[in-house]
């Protein structure tokens, strides 16, 4: 038993002594150091993802080699020369301790790094659609003209050799083209679609929405729901399940019936991977139990895309590795990768990722989506004349709303909570979360003007550059304070913009208007050194279209859901309210 133990210690002190020296010193450790402890790779049990091309892109020696040699910006590549199982039986032949010079080659030799996309052209853009023409201040025209430009800009598809040997690729081709985020995000992503699609339609492109719905469709037929992005990588966890409201935008706009029937079956299965795979029951103190929705990834390795970060949060965090790696890739599928809502707020590493604690968690917003989804889907069915399926809908809808204002609700507060499993208690501080359950509708007066007092209260309202993120600024992490993202703060304004409350309707013209500026001022009239660009983020501190910042990338600009978050907002109140611009 000691022997085991002593085993374990040098496992765990001996990779993290190896992880620190390559934070510290990458270029020495590439330079003089040509060896790598490949056998030193963690142990856990679920890998990133499954299937052929698991071993050499998401969890495995392979992986744990390039991030050793500093070489995971290249290899293993976009393409691989050879069938995964001879690449596999390649690497395996290979003599140990590797080389690096050896591994290079074997990675020269196996794999090549080419573009699996070219630029696509969208046959239904044009250059001033009928909402541009309707827009009356000249400011605003101008930069809705701008945005709309950059659809051409942000659309890709697949290069014709991804889909005669799609084997040979780490990515799920689909057949039509699609909208980039942008930057070097160069996939489809499935909860940025949302927006993207909402900006589409303000800009009569309900031809490449269709065409859209369509490649998630196939994405639903091939895994059984929708993965986080087109990435083999990404393929284990989701994303927050917004495809069926993605669908109800469309049929909105269009009344395509045809179409509707065509997506049905999808969004069922969708649901029914949901209501299987991350449904949980939450019992509270009371003894009331109620089936919510959490969160949870599958997977408990490192993620390949940040590998020596998650191994370091996982060998260095408040809790056994697979658990901090596991919460890490639950975040990720939250789409708020990372926040404080998913970290400890008291104790070791309070506020940071090593104290990550997902998988404890019921988020509000997730279990919004599912009674938004079940309301949506009752109604579907019920214009297709299947009312056995509708009355399904209807029963899960009831049960899931009245757990969202029994487990969530916080009568004090006058707001809604997420709900921590193991403290049996709700987690409170700000996010814009926490006024999401609005979406639904039918609150009375009594809730609303609690809802208008807590967030009065909150400080989340006196910033002039938007509704920030949370207003925790310990965590440096992106989605934290100073940070205001598009698909929150949309989200944010359509919840209090349902709320028939009419002040809580003036705060989300507000919180609009202030996000339209400040995007406005960044791509008309950018500060000094900063290119006229759209952000994935904002720091919303200012109002003159300063980027946000910290998390584990460069901000990002291009960027599909500030593109259509925006036009979906300039429609509603520069369109139909007719309001204007200024700097």
């Known amino acids: 038993m000691k022997g085991l133990i002593c085993v374990i210690f040098f496992f765990v002190h001996g990779l993290r002594r190896v992880h620190t020296e390559l934070i510290a010193t990458p270029n020495k450790r590439q330079t003089t150091n040509d060896e790598t402890d490949v056998p030193l790779e963690p142990n856990c049990s679920q890998p990133i993802c499954l299937g052929p091309l698991s071993q050499i892109y998401c969890s495995g020696k392979l992986i744990h080699a390039t991030w050793m040699f500093g070489m995971q910006e290249t290899c293993p590549g976009n393409m691989m020369r050879k069938s995964p199982e001879l690449i596999l039986e390649l690497f395996t032949n290979l003599t140990y301790p590797l080389k690096r010079e050896q591994f290079q080659k074997f990675c020269g030799e196996n794999f090549a790094n080419i573009s699996y996309l070219k630029q696509a052209t969208l046959e239904d853009w044009t250059e001033e659609p009928e909402n541009i ?65 909402k900006g589409l339609l303000f800009s009569n492109m309900s031809t490449t929405v269709r065409q859209i719905l369509e490649n998630l469709a196939s994405v639903v037929r091939f895994h059984g729901f929708i993965p986080n992005s087109g990435s083999v990588q990404l393929s284990r966890r ?19 019936k045809t179409m509707l029937k065509e997506m049905i079956p999808w969004m069922n299965q969708e649901m029914l991977w949901w209501t299987k795979n991350r449904a949980f029951y939450v019992k509270l103190p009371s003894g009331r139990k109620y089936r919510m929705y959490q969160y949870r990834a599958l997977s408990s390795c490192p993620r390949p895309e940040n590998y020596l970060t998650d191994l370091n949060n996982g060998l260095s965090g408040t809790e056994h590795p697979e658990f901090i790696w596991s919460s890490i ?25 090593y104290s990550i604690r997902t998988n404890n968690i019921i988020p509000v917003d997730l279990n919004v989506f599912m009674a938004w989804n079940f309301a949506t889907l009752t109604n579907f069915h019920e214009i297709l004349g299947r009312s056995k399926k509708a009355a399904e809908y209807r029963e899960l809808y009831k049960r899931l709303r009245e757990a969202l204002d029994e487990v969530f609700w916080n009568e004090d507060y006058g707001a809604w909570f997420d709900y921590d499993l193991m403290e049996q208690k709700l987690r409170s501080g700000f996010y814009p979360s926490n006024v999401f359950p609005l979406l639904l509708g039918g609150y009375d007066a009594r809730v609303t003007k609690k809802i208008l007092n807590y967030l009065l209260e909150s400080g989340a309202l006196n910033f002039k550059g938007g509704i920030p993120v949370s207003l925790n600024n310990a965590s440096h992490e992106q989605w934290d304070y100073p940070n205001g993202w598009p698909p929150l703060t949309h989200l944010f304004v359509e919840s209090l913009r349902l709320s028939k409350n009419e002040k809580l309707v003036k705060i989300a013209e507000d919180a609009a208007w202030k996000f339209i500026r400040t995007a406005y001022n960044g791509m008309m009239y950018p500060k000094m050194g900063m290119p006229a660009a759209c952000w994935e983020k904002y720091d919303i501190r200012y109002d003159d279209g300063t980027p946000g910042s910290g998390g584990e990338y460069p901000v990002q600009q291009g960027f599909g859901w500030t593109n259509g978050a925006l036009l979906d907002l300039i429609y509603k109140y520069g369109i139909l309210e007719q309001h204007t611009v200024s700097r």
């Open 133 to 197: 023409r309707r827009l009356q201040n000249t400011g605003l025209k101008k930069f809705a003209r701008k945005l709309n430009e950059l659809w051409k800009v942000l659309a890709r598809e697949f290069v014709e050799q991804v889909h005669k040997t799609p084997e040979l690729f780490p990515i799920l081709p689909v057949s039509n083209a699609f909208i980039v985020p942008g930057g070097s995000f160069q996939i489809y992503f499935y909860w940025d679609s949302y927006w993207i699609n």
């Open 238 to 256: 989701s994303h927050p399940p917004l495809f069926t409201q993605m669908v109800a935008d469309y049929y909105a706009a269009t009344g395509n």
């Open 329 to 353: 890739a639950s975040a990720c599928e939250s789409g708020l990768d990372f926040s404080t809502r998913w970290f400890a707020h008291q104790g070791k590493y309070a506020d940071t990722k």
